[in-house]
């Protein structure tokens, strides 16, 4: 494939084969059926199993899309990436890696024995125990200050105002034991910097964000830029937070298939229970994917498919 020649020279081939290749990843998988659709948060068993979106935005603000890349889905754990980037200005990174850490626990995204095992550390920010210490540390005085921040933060990352998918929200405060469950955990190690009830709702809040795959792909695309929005040119984060964030997404973004993920596909990427993925090619831009059936560690299905494929084809694969 000539194309991949440019992982090499760190350049994206030109934009009439990008667009060509980000078309045939999505005619490849389209079809594609296997997967099942979460439902562990009622609101987001309704998703349609067939919508496909690929979006990638290039580090030079160019767009290049395919199928559904303009449908709302709520963003959730692809928001752990996003306020853990905030975090890392908000409080520096010496003290967010002492507070939170960065190693991957090899367990489920949403493990409570992962904190037991480890003498009440949250491990790291893209697993919920993790997630909730971050969202917790961020500015603000209380837990609507803080969610302020997030929604603020993340929407500068976006370049739009971001709004909140009620349902969603809801519909997961409604279910929510198991978060509430790590929270006090948390607390009663002393590793949670405030109220714990009030610490889930900004997290789960921050998760029921309503986004789209090409909103990922911009965001992605400002973290892959140095933290500067390719689209807005608003500068979002530091070089520092985008590093660390990167580095921590290497690791730990894919949950327990974090260690598989980076070793097919090369690449930092996060992904959500709704069925978006946010893979990220440092200096190149990124990719957003949006397709709902999900693999059973949580990750979308034809989204990791099309990612693989696209990283060999456009070379953005780092390793
Ligand atoms: O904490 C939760 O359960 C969700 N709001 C977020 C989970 C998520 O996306 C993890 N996923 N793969």
Not at 27 to 48: H, K, M, T, W
Not at 101 to 108: D, K, L
Request: charge should be negative; charged fraction near 15%; proline fraction near 4%.
């Amino acid at each position: 494939h000539g194309v991949a020649q440019h992982a090499a020279t760190g350049a994206l081939p030109t934009v009439d084969q990008v667009r060509a290749l980000i078309a045939a990843a999505h005619d490849r998988y389209a079809g594609l059926s296997e997967g099942v659709v979460a439902d562990y948060i009622p609101a987001l068993a309704q998703a349609d199993p067939d919508l496909f979106g690929l979006s990638l935005a290039a580090a030079n603000g160019q767009m290049v899309t395919a199928g559904d890349v303009d449908v709302a889905f709520s963003i959730q754990s692809i928001s752990k990436a996003f306020v853990f980037a905030l975090l890392v200005d908000d409080l520096g990174r010496d003290a967010v890696f002492d507070a939170i850490g960065v190693n991957n626990t090899g367990m489920p995204f949403n493990s409570v024995v992962a904190v037991e095992m480890n003498n009440g550390a949250p491990m790291n920010p893209m697993v919920n125990a993790g997630a909730i210490a971050t969202s917790g540390l961020i500015s603000g005085i209380d837990g609507a200050a803080k969610w302020q921040r997030i929604r603020d933060g993340l929407s500068a990352f976006a370049g739009r105002a971001l709004e909140l998918d009620d349902e969603v929200y809801r519909s997961e405060a409604a279910n929510n034991q198991r978060n509430a469950a790590i929270a006090h955990l948390l607390a009663s190690y002393g590793r949670l910097a405030g109220d714990p009830e009030d610490i889930v709702d900004a997290y789960t809040r921050q998760c029921s964000l309503s986004v789209t795959a090409n909103d990922l792909a911009i965001m992605g695309a400002t973290l892959a830029d140095d933290g500067i929005n390719p689209i807005s040119g608003e500068r979002v984060v530091s070089g520092q937070a985008c590093r660390d964030t990167l580095a921590v997404l290497a690791s730990c973004g894919m949950y327990e298939r974090s260690g598989e993920w980076l070793f097919e596909i090369g690449l930092p990427a996060k992904s959500g229970v709704s069925g978006g993925i946010v893979s990220i090619a440092p200096g190149k831009g990124a990719v957003g994917s949006y397709s709902p059936p999900l693999d059973p560690a949580g990750n979308s299905v034809r989204g990791q498919r099309a990612c693989a494929y696209l990283s060999r084809v456009l070379g953005l694969n780092l390793f």
